[in-house]
C-alpha cells in the first residue's frame, strides 16, 4: 500500500464508505474519486486536506504517498 490510490482505497474502506458516499462527503465527483483510487489522476493538496477530514486519516498519509511534506 503505497501509492496514493491504494491508501485512499483502504482507508475509505476502513471507514465503511462507498466511493459514492465519499465523494458526497468531500464535494468531490465519483468518477474523480475512481481516478485517484486508480491513480490516473493526482488532488490537490486541498482535496487532499478535505479527504482525510472526511475519513479522519492525518493528510500527511496521503501527502507522503505523493512525496510530498
Known sequence: MNTFGEKLKFYREQSGMSIEELAVKAR???????QYEKGE???T???ILKLST??????SVF??????K
Do not use: M, R
Open 28 to 34: 468531490i465527483g465519483k468518477n474523480t474519486l475512481e
Open 45 to 47: 493538496t486541498q482535496t
Open 41 to 43: 489522476q493526482i488532488p
Open 63 to 68: 501527502l507522503e504517498a505523493l512525496g510530498k
Open 54 to 59: 472526511v475519513l479522519d486519516v492525518a493528510a
